[in-house]
């Protein structure tokens, strides 16, 4: 593998893994795209070497060139193996077309030939009929065959028809299919499971502060649980989207939470806040994230304890 080879193995795993471990996504419909992230990292087994994101997550570094080359040899070869199953299905499609014309050509060529015999029968079955001659009776030429039965009374000089009896087996028939349609109906599902989506509310956003107010940071939330459904509008049924849960919704249900590790709310804050708590959890599970000012303000080389616990926060602790 030459450096450009290198360099470019190296650098996917730190993007789409590592990175997405620690940072997480904004604004994204996927509450398990951190979480999914993090799994990955944690597949890698190195004697001696520490490559769980979960665990690197507040170290300063927490990109370990052991750990980059081995989830980047992962990456390789599911790259390989995803090219190679869609190349396998552009020829399975390939084949099949071909075989699909074969036989769509053997059956058009059967249809032909068959429709060619059925012809050939009628025009001889009609020629043996114009050459079959009736025996003769009188000087009229041919007996012609009986006519039809009439259906007709005769009473006089006029003909009564009579109509024909309805079927009321037909009927209760029609009936009860028409019961069975409406009950058919009745049963389709007026709501489907609901889902994380985005675009619907407008993004929440919460400031907490500490009370030497020297840690501080945000809770965000922008995601949504929505859900569809039908409703028949005349005779056709729609579909909509419905929202039950706003993204203020799931932030105000983590405050309490952040409170209780010793953070008060506040209207707004005065400095960036861009590091994420870099637990998948917290975005599974309450679907919002939270982001501070820094992990080791009182000591350089420790994490804060309220940072700490706003990193354990999760449902599933509870």
Known sequence: MNSRDYKHWMHIPRTTVYDACYHGCTNCNNPSYAYDACARTAEVNITGVICDGNVMWNWKDRYPAACLQAVGEICKKEMFRSARRDYLKKFAFIVLTALAGVVGGF???GIFWCWVCQYRKHRAAKARQRSA???R???Y???QPPPPPSTMWECGTEKISTPPKASKKMGRRS???GQLSLAALATLPGKAAAYPCTGY???ANQYFVDANRSTFGVVSGWMSNCYKYRRRSGKHWRTHTRRNVAPLDYVNEILPSVVGCGFELVEAVEGDTNLRIANPLIE????VMIRVNGYNLTKSTETDRSIQCLHDISKSNK
Do not use: A, F, I, M
């Not at 599974?284 to 679907?287: D, G, L, Y």
């Open 141 to 143: 030429g041919y007996v």
């Open 133 to 135: 001659v009736w025996p």
């Open 201 to 203: 509310d407008d993004v």
């Open 107 to 109: 059956l058009t060529y």
């Open 137 to 139: 009776e009188n000087g």
């Open 175 to 177: 009936l009860s299919w």
């Open 284 to 287: 599974k599970e309450w679907r």
